[in-house]
């Protein structure tokens, strides 16, 4: 063991950011240990204290505590997840559990929760500011959830059901990471040069990772996606679905079915233990959709609508592919290979008329250009050592005044986790110090010279960056209350919203240039990718909408199916089309299973996109993507205040009123 432990020392870095380049491994075993003993400490001196409870000796010193663990698992969750390797498995294994017992000897201290009772039964006494006593509503609300106010049988077994729970979610975790490295499909000269350029120079890429001659096809949805659109050869589609589709069930090892089974037998006792009907009910509590039936109402709404579409979409394609003289039936295999002939013939669009429009360089300086334009932010490049090469930071202005700092890990590699996230090394926070946010975006897009992106990939960077700027911009006093901690539905509204700036006609000209000629983007190719912006919708609904019902239907179950068969059942009773795959399918259902966050929620990203297509229709309204007024009110009563109130008053206070479904209908194409 190293003697020095730089993760347990001041940081005298610019923002106070983690010594990336003096941190090891085998630091992090003493500096979790060491933080939690430490936290332990700070708890029993706040519930030990002889003096009545206030909100000073008690809810700030809350706030005071924990932030050396805070700080050493900030640095620790980042690497595991955007840089791992075995030892860093290893480790998240042997954490896990140990963080969750943490967790519980915090939440079931009865000392601990009866002064924060008794400051709750006062609130209307104690004259507190209105974030205040949102703090402490929240905080109150956050232990008795947590089984503050059980007996100490139930909380010992709510203690080992929740340690349970993070064990096996760190498993399904590293079982879907390990069939994701594993996995790979070799290309032949034959198939290399059917496939566009850049697909076969980002295959043989990963093929250099794994020390393999020709290129490969991996499960990286970066290279995976476009082999699936573009490549002739059926029978290696039909290999690439189904590997796709079946990561954490490829071998027994990391069998991810089990697992779920197990995850929500033990959520189900949770929420039994906890007084709730199931755990949708529990989920669902403190999400702006408050009750299951809302959630069901919603997608099954949307549901009826995306089916219909994609049932005729269905038709469209099967006569595509009859003109190939293949009569066997129309399967999930085939359905973004001929739905990419599809758009190339009706819109004259071809992904590889598009990419050289959209490289990566230009498509970060389009995002910090949108925020300049909204919200006179300046990004200013900055050398810091970080946790990986790939990775960029960009200081944070306004008026010469530092905002934050922001950190772009764009590139795909085996060690990372698939997906894209926005996470933070700190929030923003003006107690008990003043914490500027340090914020991280983390992509998975083909490492190519240059990097060129789809426009989906340009779309899932912008919809991160909205993400970012959520942080950014926040401007509350507890970090509790700060940037992102907001609902689950509501949170992915400031991102998807965002999104909608990358199609503004200004923008594309002035950024979506041609990276060898540097000629910007035609009016006419323009017309043309918006026109197809919703091409393939019904498609796309359908995946997403099939994976919200099951994870719903999921979390109000209260019997112990045998998992897929439950899966089968559900999408049955929904009539899934048979040539359409949920986009998450059990065994690789991360967003459920490898955490809680996004449990019973899934739905999410479709109702914040009832409220992203109403915002944005009110810049359209304006006449001007960049309304001055519009902006600031959307940094006022969104964006700054994180969950500092309500996240249906903030929205009436920006909006004036809650939007109808027939918004995300209208803007997906669907009516």
């Known amino acids: 063991m190293v003697n020095k432990n730089p993760l347990l020392t001041s940081w005298n870095t610019p923002y106070k950011i983690a010594p990336f380049d003096e941190i090891l491994d085998d630091h992090f075993s003493e500096a979790v240990e060491r933080a939690m003993e430490y936290e332990l400490q700070e708890i029993r001196e706040i519930s030990e204290n002889s003096d009545p409870p206030t909100f000073e000796n008690t809810i700030h010193a809350l706030l005071k505590s924990g932030n050396l663990l805070e700080r050493v698992l900030s640095v620790f969750y980042t690497l595991v997840s955007a840089d791992s390797n075995t030892q860093r498995e290893k480790l998240m294994t042997e954490f896990s559990p140990k963080l969750s017992s943490h967790s519980s000897k915090i939440t079931s201290n009865e000392k601990l929760f009866n002064r924060i009772q008794e400051l709750f039964e006062q609130i209307d006494s104690l004259n507190l500011l209105p974030e205040e006593q949102r703090l ?193 039936n129309f399967s999930s295999w085939d359905w973004q290979y001929y739905s990419e002939k599809r758009r190339q013939n009706e819109h004259e669009l071809n992904e590889l008329e598009i990419k050289p429009y959209f490289s990566l360089d230009q498509m970060i300086k389009a995002a910090f250009y949108c925020a300049n334009k909204l919200f006179d932010l300046s990004f200013v490049p900055i050398d810091l050592p970080l946790y990986h090469n790939d990775c960029k930071a960009w200081e944070v202005f306004r008026k010469n005044k530092t905002i934050g700092l922001f950190i772009g890990d764009y590139f795909a590699r085996p060690s990372k986790r698939s997906g894209a996230w926005c996470s933070a090394f700190q929030s923003q926070a003006k107690f008990p110090t003043v914490q500027k946010p340090i914020v991280l975006n983390v992509c998975n897009f083909a490492k190519s010279s240059p990097t060129l992106l789809s426009f989906d990939d340009a779309q899932t960077l912008f919809h991160e960056f909205g993400h970012a700027l959520h942080q950014l911009l926040s401007n509350v006093t507890y970090e509790p209350m700060s940037g992102t901690s907001v609902s689950r539905d509501f949170v992915e509204l400031p991102s998807q919203l965002f999104e909608h700036w990358l199609t503004v006609p200004d923008v594309l000209k002035k950024f979506a240039r041609h990276y060898e000629t540097k000629i910007p983007i035609s009016d006419e190719l323009i017309e043309r990718i918006k026109g197809a912006s919703n091409y393939d919708m019904g498609y796309q609904t359908v995946e997403y909408t099939s994976s919200a019902l099951v994870d719903l239907y999921f979390h109000l179950s209260d019997t112990d199916h045998d998992i897929m068969k439950l899966q089968t059942e559900i999408l049955s009773k929904i009539e899934m089309p048979e040539a359409i795959e949920m986009r998450h399918a059990t065994p690789h259902f991360a967003h459920v299973f490898s955490g809680g966050y996004y449990a019973a929620a899934y739905y999410s990203y479709m109702w914040s996109e009832v409220m992203d297509e109403d915002v944005f229709l009110a810049f359209e309204e304006a006449g001007n993507p960049f309304d001055e007024k519009l902006a600031n009110s959307l940094e006022k009563n969104i964006l700054s205040i994180g969950n500092s109130i309500d996240s249906e008053l903030a929205y009436v206070k920006f909006r004036g009123k809650l939007p109808k479904v027939d918004a995300l209908l209208k803007g997906r194409g669907l009516v």
């Not at 007996?151 to 010992?156: A, D, G, L, V, Y």
């Not at 590293?174 to 350029?197: C, F, K, M, T, Y």
């Not at 949805?221 to 476009?226: A, K, L, V």
């Not at 990391?254 to 007084?275: F, K, V």
Request: charged share 30%.
């Open 136 to 328: 402490l509503e929240k905080i109150h609300q956050d232990y008795v959830r947590a089984g503050a106010a059980l007996n100490n049988q139930s909380k010992e077994r709510l203690k080992d059901i929740k340690k349970q729970l993070s064990i096996l979610g760190t498993k399904f975790s590293q079982n879907l990471l390990a069939d994701e490295r594993s996995w790979h499909l070799e290309l032949g000269l034959e198939d290399q040069n059917v496939l566009p350029n850049f697909l076969v120079e980002a295959a043989r890429k990963a093929a250099d990772e794994k020390g393999i001659t020709n290129p490969i096809i991996t499960l990286s949805r970066s290279i995976i996606t476009p082999f699936l659109k573009f490549s002739p050869n059926r029978k290696l589609r039909k290999q690439a679905q189904q590997a796709w589709v079946s990561r954490g069930m490829q071998k027994e090892e990391t069998d991810n079915r089990p697992i779920a089974r197990e995850i929500l037998a033990l959520r189900r006792q949770m929420a039994d233990l906890l007084g709730y009907k199931n755990f949708a009910e529990f989920k669902l509590e403190t999400e702006m959709a408050k009750k299951p039936e809302n959630v069901e109402k919603l997608l099954l709404k949307v549901w009826g609508h995306s089916k219909k579409q994609a049932l005729a979409d269905q038709k469209i394609l099967t006569s595509y592919m009859a003109k190939d003289d293949i009569k066997d």
